[in-house]
T-cell receptor, first 114, second 114 residues
Framework: AQSVTQLGSHVSVSEGALVLLRCNYSSSVPPYLFWYVQYPNQGLQLLLKYTSAATLVKGINGFEAEFKKSETSFHLTKPSAHMSDAAEYFCAVIVYTGFQKLVFGTGTRLLVSP | GAGVSQSPSNKVTEKGKDVELRCDPISGHTALYWYRQSLGQGLEFLIYFQGNSAPDKSGLPSDRFSAERTGGSVSTLTIQRTQQEDSAVYLC????????????FGPGTRLLVL
């Protein structure tokens, strides 16, 4: 079954440092992958998505992710963290069971310190 | 344009009572999803509607949960005889209903069962 695994429930960085949030997928077919962000007491907002058009995907707020088939990974990165990036980040994969639904990872909470 | 809206934003109820949660999808979106976000289970799929077709209820955790979608638009998720383990954030999402299309999420309803 298709799934995603997020390594690290919490990641702490200093403002201005590189952000790296890890996501590995399991899929027997080409996956369609998403990163969503959830700010406190809000819903999920799409950061970016991979649908096989390009392996390097650029999203909003300076985030990007690279699809690496050899590593079954879709890690999220941002060169320089801002305080406003503090939130929870979810990796997700589309699963088809007669219709398409999202299956989410367990989430990674990003903490940004001054 | 307007995004997905949900009401109420917060709901506190007593164990054993029924609750109704409402979702207004983005205009023109034929697909509508309900997900639940809880501490123990993470983000999990509940139910899927596509247009006026019969919904896929495969994710509903018990027969106390039901949902309907009127006129292919607004949806209501009903939980009967609420239990404390129903406490969670209930998220609604909508999409155009085509393959790999992005799901757009509402802000969620935070349900607390006392």
């Amino acid at each position: 079954a298709q799934s995603v695994t997020q390594l690290g429930s919490h990641v702490s960085v200093s403002e201005g440092a590189l952000v790296l949030l890890r996501c590995n997928y399991s899929s027997s077919v080409p996956p369609y992958l998403f990163w969503y962000v959830q700010y406190p007491n809000q819903g999920l907002q799409l950061l970016l998505k991979y649908t096989s058009a390009a392996t390097l995907v650029k999203g909003i707020n300076g985030f990007e992710a690279e699809f690496k088939k050899s590593e079954t990974s879709f890690h999220l990165t941002k060169p320089s963290a801002h305080m406003s990036d503090a939130a929870e980040y979810f990796c997700a994969v589309i699963v088809y069971t007669g219709f398409q639904k999202l299956v989410f990872g367990t989430g990674t909470r990003l903490l940004v310190s001054p | 344009g307007a995004g997905v809206s949900q009401s109420p934003s917060n709901k506190v109820t007593e164990k054993g009572k029924d609750v109704e949660l409402r979702c207004d999808p983005i205009s023109g979106h034929t697909a509508l999803y309900w997900y639940r976000q809880s501490l123990g289970q993470g983000l999990e799929f509940l139910i899927y509607f596509q247009g006026n077709s019969a919904p896929d209820k495969s994710g509903l955790p018990s027969d106390r949960f039901s949902a309907e979608r009127t006129g292919g638009s607004v949806s209501t998720l009903t939980i009967q005889r609420t239990q404390q383990e129903d406490s969670a954030v209930y998220l609604c999402a909508s999409s155009l209903g085509v393959a790999q299309e992005t799901q757009y999420f509402g802000p969620g309803t935070r349900l607390l069962v006392l």
